[in-house]
């Protein structure tokens, strides 16, 4: 399998065992070894009593996006900080898009950011997550 299929794979398998993921609406747009591109829209449900988005909307799914993109590799791989900054407000109906841009990828340690836009291809959030890579593979036949 070459390392396109294996990402495609690990995601598949991820998204599928993922209820929190599923639960959100997220949909994978396109996966590249190291790299994801995820969509979600905003649901009613989703707003605070600010009739904005929760916070937490924008930050799962940049942290699904960094799950896919760091574990495409098919080694296990856990998230040891995230951070945001939001830029700009989220409403009910808004549909965003997280696309990660891997900073570094070591032994042990991978370090990306997470641009966080809109449908109007404005920039709501950034997100910036270090994982932990581990010692096991999704897939007994990648270790």
Do not use: C
């Not at 294996?6 to 993922?18: P, S």
């Not at 396109?30 to 649901?43: F, W």
């Not at 699904?64 to 098919?74: P, W």
Request: cysteine-free; overall charge negative.
């Amino acid at each position: 399998m070459d390392k396109q299929q294996l990402a495609e794979k690990v995601v598949d398998k991820m998204m599928a065992d993922d209820a929190f993921s599923q639960w959100l609406g997220i949909e994978v747009l396109d996966i590249k070894p190291g790299y994801a591109k995820l969509e979600i829209t905003v649901r009613n449900e989703m707003v605070n009593g600010f009739n904005v988005s929760h916070g937490g909307i924008a930050f799962s799914v940049a942290d699904s996006a960094l799950a896919f993109a760091s574990n495409s590799y098919g080694r296990v791989a856990v998230a040891m900080e995230n951070n945001i900054s939001f830029m700009k407000k989220v409403i009910s109906g808004d549909t965003l898009f997280a696309e990660t841009e891997e900073l570094s990828i070591g032994r042990r340690i991978g370090v990306y950011n997470i641009s966080i836009t809109n449908q109007d291809e404005e920039q709501i959030a950034l997100f910036r997550g270090t994982v932990f890579r581990t010692q096991e593979y999704h897939f007994k036949e990648n270790n």
